[in-house]
Structure formats: C-alpha cells, structure tokens
C-alpha cells in the first residue's frame, strides 16, 4: 500500500500562483509514476500532469501545459505541482495519485492507470 496526502491547496486570484504538494508513504519502492488530476464540480476528473519516478520524465494536458510544472523529490519521496497565471477555470479539487509499474500506452494519462490516491486539495481561483 502507498498512502498518499496533498497540501498547499487554498484561494488565489486569477494569475497568481500556488505551490501543491504530495507526501508518499508506505510500499513506495513499488511505484513507477505520479500524477496530478483535478475535479470541478459536476465534471469528471481529469489529467493534469505526470512525471516518472526514476527518470522524472514529465507530460501535461493541454490546459495547462507553460503553467504548470510537476516535480519530484526521491529521497523525500514528495511529489509537487507548481501552478501558475492561475485561472478560474482551474477551479477544483486537486488530487495526487500513485502508479505501480510503467506507464504504457499513456496509462499514467488515465484516472484508471492509477493505483492510489489521496483526499484531494481545494483550489479556487476567483476572476
């Protein structure tokens, strides 16, 4: 089991910027990739961004791809999504996830590709 808890979420005006964080613990050996997913209300959750485990390799959806930018740190075993020009339609609760294995045929893209999550952040941009 991986267990894993956001932080860092909160209110922010549309373009400033916020700075989530995740913590993972437990059978963390295991994992192969990190992935942030965001949720609005009345909506399906959806990508944002993913990064590798070993070699920090990165992808990001569209909507946010030159505004965000995901990170990792090994030895503290934390993963980050540093947002920027934040917009209200970036409004949603933000949630870590954790995948085992590799990322094939764009799995760590997918909400399904993932095996653990944490409770999710709130993040609300207002206009």
């Known amino acids: 089991q991986v267990q894993l808890v956001e932080s860092g979420g909160g209110s922010v005006q549309a373009g400033g910027s916020l700075r989530l964080s995740c913590a993972a613990s437990?059978?963390?050996?295991?994992?192969?990739?990190m992935g942030w997913f965001r949720q609005a209300p009345g909506k399906e959750r959806e990508f944002a961004a993913t990064i590798t485990w070993s070699g920090g390799s990165t992808t990001y959806a569209d909507s946010v791809k030159g505004r965000f930018t995901i990170s990792r740190d090994n030895v503290k075993n934390m993963v980050y999504l540093q947002m920027n020009s934040l917009k209200p339609e970036d409004t949603a609760v933000y949630y870590c996830?954790?995948?085992?294995?590799?990322?094939?045929?764009?799995?760590?893209?997918?909400?399904?590709?993932?095996?653990?999550w944490g409770q999710g952040t709130q993040v609300t941009v207002s206009s």
């Open positions: 996830a954790a995948g085992l294995g590799y990322c094939l045929q764009n799995r760590c893209m997918r909400a399904a590709g993932y095996d653990f």
């Open positions: 437990g059978r963390t050996f295991n994992v192969g990739f």
